[in-house]
């Protein structure tokens, strides 16, 4: 049996899961979870693995975050390099494929079913035309997939650190205070993980909405603010009006995003909208502001209402694109 194994390398977890080409990438025959600070390289988590492991693997294909050049990458947020060559030497198979992360979120979407999405604007998507993801995690992920004579070929993209467009006066207000603490700032800087909470700091100074007293000592306190500030936004009646105010920012501005990403790619096949945050605020994205900010392209306005716009709601939808790469498009290789 072709048992593939597949992993997705975070900064924080490693995923592997094993997959066979019979049984399909929405079926793993195992999956495990690692700590990925506990290991000090991704061979010996792979040790570790195989330790429990009882099939044989004959393929492997890794999601990792950061750039792989030549079947090498320097994992973002880790001290790990990460070589092709030396991870089939360790697995004692012939093939191992790199590819970034959001590489292999763009193999799955042309797989996706209807229940693994939400359909922010349906449009009249073009028959094998380009489409592209755009995935505000802790960072800002894009990565766009066109048709090949082959199948489907995903190409990754650092599009989440070209330079942040403001939109309206506010926005250019939050410019220049991004401006006054970054010698560049990109669109993750104000539209991820990282960046909310450099949003919900600009709201207080700027002082339009009440600052929750409470709300504000645990943004204080916390290493990650984001979460709670995410989740103040979202009750209701919200505790917050600013961190409210903060989410339809973040929400623009991932519109705005969203539709450049289209442009730049003539993503005619349709965007779609993943990572980590999205999947939690279906509702504000559902909201006018996302479209609004989405086509505001001036004369390519009707272009961009006529393409689709989905939010992915699967999970792990990484991993469901490697093994998607491996079980329908590499094996044609």
Not at 234 to 240: F, G, I, M, R, Y
């Amino acid at each position: 049996m072709d048992t593939i194994l597949v992993g997705d390398i975070g900064g924080t977890k490693t995923r592997l899961h094993l997959f066979s080409q019979t049984e399909g990438p929405r079926a793993p025959l195992d999956s495990r979870t690692f700590s990925s600070q506990a290991y000090d390289s991704l061979e010996a988590i792979l040790t570790a693995f195989a330790a429990d492991c009882r099939h044989t693997i004959s393929r492997a294909v890794f999601g990792v975050a950061g750039p792989v050049v030549a079947g090498r990458v320097e994992v973002t947020n880790l001290p790990w390099v990460i070589a092709a060559s030396a991870l089939a030497r360790h697995l004692g198979i012939a093939r191992v494929t790199l590819m970034n992360d959001l590489q292999a979120v763009a193999y799955a979407l042309p797989f996706l079913d209807r229940s693994d999405r939400l359909t922010l604007n349906p449009g009249n998507p073009v028959p094998e035309g380009t489409r592209a993801v755009i995935a505000p995690g802790t960072g800002l992920g894009e990565a766009f997939l066109i048709a090949g004579p082959d199948g489907p070929v995903a190409y990754p993209t650092e599009g989440g650190h070209v330079s942040f467009a403001p939109r309206g006066e506010t926005q250019i207000q939050l410019l220049r205070f991004m401006s006054e603490r970054f010698d560049h700032v990109s669109f993750e800087r104000v539209c991820s993980g990282i960046g909310i909470p450099h949003l919900y700091r600009f709201f207080k100074t700027l002082g339009r909405q009440p600052v929750s007293p409470s709300v504000d000592a645990r943004v204080d306190a916390a290493d990650d603010p984001t979460p709670i500030i995410v989740r103040s936004a979202l009750e209701t009646p919200s505790a917050c009006p600013l961190c409210v105010q903060v989410l339809d920012t973040f929400v623009e501005i991932l519109g705005a995003a969203a539709g450049n990403l289209a442009l730049k790619t003539a993503a005619l096949g349709g965007i779609y909208v993943g990572g980590g945050i999205p999947p939690r605020i279906p509702e504000q994205l559902r909201h006018p502001r996302f479209m609004t900010a989405f086509t505001d392209k001036g004369r390519m306005a009707g272009m961009l209402e006529g393409i689709p716009v989905h939010l992915i709601v699967m999970p792990e939808v990484g991993v469901f694109g490697a093994a998607c790469y491996a079980i329908h498009i590499q094996k044609s290789e």
